[in-house]
């Protein structure tokens, strides 16, 4: 049977790592990767390969993700949400996000993802937020949001489709890129001809 519960009997939920100074890229002695509001896309997708590298040698020792962990966005007015499932053992989020660890006997972490990025649980967090110049939410607001809960059968079916599609919007998108490139060039090759007709 469906239930709604709200999602702080779900997850744990923890903020991320506050730091004493902007976070600097340190690619010659690094060892954290830190993932900020840039690198989780609104799709849901956590893209590691573009996290700043750091030195954390003189940072409080940072609690670090795991897979199964969920990214929510705490401000900027965009709230959604990206699934850490990279097996990498040194990964931070910045304090610019609020951390879910789920419990996975009762919920699937990309299926709880999926949920929080929906229209109606995103108007809820939007109508919910605070502050005028920099919109965020706090804790209490999202232990509050309500998740509908199918069993894991489906939550699992759901987390299925949804990256299938994903894979699919993102070769739609590489083949539309590519054709745009491809009539760029052939409108190019007009504009040349034509110049030199008339040298």
Same mark, same amino acid.
């Not at 004493?20 to 010659?28: A, E, I, L, M, N």
């Not at 804790?139 to 069993?151: A, G, R, V």
């Given at each position: 049977m469906n239930t709604i519960i709200k999602l702080g009997k779900l997850a744990n939920i923890r903020s991320g790592h506050s730091f004493?100074?902007?976070?600097?890229?340190?690619?010659?002695?690094?060892?954290?990767?830190? %993932?900020?509001?840039? $690198? @989780?896309?609104?799709?849901?997708?956590?893209?590691?390969?573009?996290?700043?590298?750091? &030195?954390?040698?003189?940072?409080?020792?940072?609690?670090?993700?795991?897979?199964?962990?969920?990214?929510?966005?705490?401000?900027?007015?965009?709230?959604?949400?990206? %699934?850490?499932?990279? $097996? @990498?053992?040194?990964?931070?989020?910045?304090?610019?996000?609020?951390?879910?660890?789920? &419990?996975?006997?009762i919920i699937d972490p990309a299926y709880l993802c999926w949920s929080i990025n929906q229209p109606m649980e995103q108007q809820y967090l939007k109508r919910n937020d605070t502050g005028t110049n920099i919109p965020m939410i706090n804790k209490q607001t999202i232990n509050n949001l309500l998740i509908k809960l199918p069993s894991l059968d489906t939550q699992h079916k759901i987390a299925q489709i949804h990256q299938v599609w994903l894979k699919e919007k993102k070769l739609t998108e590489q083949l539309l890129n590519n054709r745009e490139q491809m009539m760029r060039g052939m409108c190019q090759q007009f504009i040349d001809q034509d110049f030199m007709s008339q040298l």
């Amino acid at each position: 049977m469906n239930t709604i519960i709200k999602l702080g009997k779900l997850a744990n939920i923890r903020s991320g790592h506050s730091f004493r100074s902007k976070v600097q890229q340190s690619p010659d002695e690094w060892d954290h990767y830190v %993932l900020q509001l840039k $690198d @989780v896309q609104k799709n849901g997708h956590i893209d590691l390969a573009l996290a700043t590298q750091v &030195n954390m040698t003189k940072e409080k020792t940072p609690r670090t993700l795991q897979p199964g962990d969920i990214l929510l966005r705490a401000r900027g007015g965009y709230y959604y949400s990206g %699934l850490f499932d990279a $097996d @990498v053992p040194n990964v931070i989020a910045a304090g610019q996000f609020f951390i879910l660890s789920p &419990n996975t006997d009762i919920i699937d972490p990309a299926y709880l993802c999926w949920s929080i990025n929906q229209p109606m649980e995103q108007q809820y967090l939007k109508r919910n937020d605070t502050g005028t110049n920099i919109p965020m939410i706090n804790k209490q607001t999202i232990n509050n949001l309500l998740i509908k809960l199918p069993s894991l059968d489906t939550q699992h079916k759901i987390a299925q489709i949804h990256q299938v599609w994903l894979k699919e919007k993102k070769l739609t998108e590489q083949l539309l890129n590519n054709r745009e490139q491809m009539m760029r060039g052939m409108c190019q090759q007009f504009i040349d001809q034509d110049f030199m007709s008339q040298l």
